[in-house]
């Protein structure tokens, strides 16, 4: 059955960076899109970007271009988001889903991300 | 980017009754819509795609319609489990965007 399992919860410093993971399992990794998203406040729902895990290939949600990036480890399965130059607005959970047909399939069980000093 | 907007933002149901949500997208979004429910401190879980496409697994009272920018997910004879949030969510055009939600009570 198909997976997606997220790194624990992290709790990180104004200013620093934190790299999440989501390893998945169940179905051939390269042949779908990973997508993130983030949900702020425990309702609203953001889409930060997606990698092809085959060609390493992304395309990010403007709003997210200068603080996320996509990376994958085909020989582990896994695909990895790493946030830059945390503020508390960065606070929230982060989902790693897998691209079904135009929509998202299977998703990881997310991760909470709290920025405080 | 595209807005969705949902509706209404909370509902009570008794058990048994038959509601729906609705999304209004900003454009036309040619049935590239999604619906997922969500249950407190859980993942969103997929219930419809391509607008009227039930998702494997997710029983049948769950349905989805619409077309051009009108989107609506009914839920026929409100269960227990059925309480939660749901959101809509299209992707007809990058960036894809989802709705504010609608959370879901028993009443």
Known sequence: QVNL??????????????????????????DYYIHWVKQSHGKSLEWIGYINPNSGYTNYNEKFKSKATLTVDKSTNTAYMELSRLT??????????REGWYSFDYWGQGVMVTVSS | DIQMTQSPASLSASLGETISIECLASE????YLAWYQQ???????????????????VPSRFSGSGSGTQ???????????????????QSYKFPPTFGSGTKLEIK
């Open chain 1, 5 to 30: 399992l997220q790194s624990g919860a992290a709790l990180v410093k104004p200013g620093a960076s934190v790299k999440l993971s989501c390893k998945a399992s169940g179905y051939t990794f390269t």
């Open chain 1, 88 to 97: 508390s607005e960065d606070s929230a959970t982060y989902y790693c889903t």
């Open chain 2, 28 to 31: 036309g979004i040619s049935s």
């Open chain 2, 39 to 57: 249950k407190p401190g859980k993942s969103p879980q997929l219930l419809i795609y391509g607008a009227n496409s039930l998702q494997a697994g």
């Open chain 2, 71 to 89: 989107y609506s997910l009914k839920i026929s004879s409100m269960q227990p489990e059925d309480e939660g949030d749901y959101f809509c969510q």
